[in-house]
């Protein structure tokens, strides 16, 4: 069997990932990194898609930003400019298409960075070789720009071995992954519906360096959600009677909301991540603004939750005589591999050495669902995997690390499963 992860492959890998880490952007911000991906992969020899080739407009959630603004803050950093004239939203599909029979395979991995302040400590790696992030308040704290680096340096690799391929090989970029607020868009975006075979990966989350988890469980349901109370402002001390108190309202609304029952039938989970209200100590606030979200063990346990939400906000707003908008803002469903894709991808990995784990709780949510979902509904196979990586720190944490070896495994696991089902002899390129 070919290891393909050789030296200039490594290399090319903690190039890509490092540059990633380097200038990290969050969701729907992903500009500079889009506009590389496609250079480098439309030079490959793929076709790219973007815009509304990629995703459904009117189905994008949460994407509140200055365009140009954002745009201009990619180019300072290096983008590539002639792909970036061009985009809108970001995140882009690379296709590669060989002219013959064969099945449509296809790769999800995100692009999106969180926001958190990396640390500064002299023994966090970035920091030692001078890849930290050069963003303040933004970091790739969740190994997205592992996933990114995987997939080009993929695409570059499976073009090079291209006359013995066939059928076609399409490489999803997604963007917004935090807050799940794009996967939705993608899947309707009608560019899965000829996928035979679908993969989403990820790197570490509760897996070790060599270990694989081919069937993932516990991928939780959520809502991510924006409340707005308007009030009325006033005088706090000559008639605070004549206002209307959205933080009052606000306060009022998180402590029932944080105080929803537990559903019998299953794990429920809330949380208030964010809360702003108020200008001045002696002003009624006349205006509260959070952000939430919901998650559950099903949609119907999901929906218990976040159905309450909507009961307390209505209700707490009538109560302080506010008004109230309440907006979703992001949503993932959960996700259940497809059996024939788990057993070929357990003897892959058995084959390339792997410590091949069946199952393990994930604990988290993820909108590749609605991608996987999609592909499934259709008639096709879709698999969501975690490829084991040893960590610094833990997921979103401002030591977030990660062992970089594992994205040459990685890289050969994946080649490898394109191969199998795409090549009728694989050979070194000419």
């Known amino acids: 069997m070919i290891d393909v992860a050789q030296t200039d492959e490594l290399a090319a890998l903690r190039q890509w990932r490092r540059s990633f880490h380097r200038f990290p952007e969050p969701a729907w911000c992903e500009y500079r990194t889009t506009s590389l991906i496609c250079a480098a992969l439309a030079e490959a020899g793929f076709e790219i898609r973007i815009g509304e080739q990629l995703l459904s407009p009117s189905m994008v959630m ?115 992954e935090e807050g799940c607020r794009a996967g939705k868009a993608v899947a309707s975006g009608g560019q899965l519906d000829d996928v035979d075979q679908l993969l989403a ?68 989970r809330i949380n208030i991540g964010h809360l702003h209200a108020g200008q001045e100590r002696n002003v009624v606030p006349a205006y509260a603004f959070l952000q939430g979200e919901t998650r559950g063990a099903t949609a119907a346990l999901n929906e ?27 949503e993932a469903i959960s996700i259940e591999n497809s059996p024939a894709l788990v057993h070929t991808l357990t003897l892959l990995g058995d084959e390339l050495g792997y410590n091949v784990i069946h199952s393990r709780p994930f604990g988290a949510s993820d909108d590749a669902g609605f991608l996987i979902d999609r592909v499934q509904r259709r008639g096709g196979q879709a698999a969501y995997i975690v490829i084991g990586a040893d960590l610094k720190a833990g997921h979103h944490t401002d030591q977030f690390d990660f062992d970089e070896d594992v994205m040459g495994r990685a890289l050969n696991l994946l080649f490898h499963w394109f191969a199998r089902q795409l090549t009728v002899t694989v050979s070194q390129p000419d």
């Not at 999800?108 to 400590?121: F, G, K, N, T």
């Not at 308040?137 to 073009?159: F, K, N, R």
């Not at 009030?231 to 959205?246: F, S």
């Open 201 to 268: 990966i990820h790197l570490g989350i509760h897996a070790h360096s060599g270990e694989l988890v081919v069937c993932p469980e516990g991928f939780l349901s959520s809502t991510k959600f924006d409340v707005e109370f308007i009030g009325k402002p006033a005088h706090a001390g000559l008639e605070p009677n004549a206002g209307a108190n959205a933080l009052s309202a606000a306060c009022q609304a998180v402590s029932q909301m944080l105080a929803i029952a537990p559903h019998r039938d299953g794990m429920t």
């Open 62 to 176: 949460g994407r509140d930003i200055d365009e140009a603004q954002e745009k201009a803050r990619a180019l300072q950093q290096g983008a590539d400019a002639d792909w970036l004239a061009r985009l809108t939203h970001t995140g882009l599909l690379a296709v590669l298409d060989t002219g013959r029979p064969g099945p449509s395979l296809a790769l999800r991995v995100d692009l999106d960075a969180v926001r958190v302040r990396e640390c500064v400590s002299a023994d966090h790696l970035p920091q030692q070789l001078g890849f930290a992030s050069a963003s303040d308040g933004v970091m790739h704290a969740c190994a997205h720009d592992a996933h990114a680096a995987i997939a080009v340096v993929l695409g570059q690799l499976l073009a090079g071995y291209q006359h013995t391929l066939c059928g076609k090989i399409k490489l999803f970029f997604q963007p917004a």
């Open 304 to 330: 218990y939750v976040f159905s309450a939400v909507q009961r307390i906000v209505q209700g707490v707003a009538m109560s302080h005589g506010v008004d109230y908008m309440i907006r979703r803002q992001g």
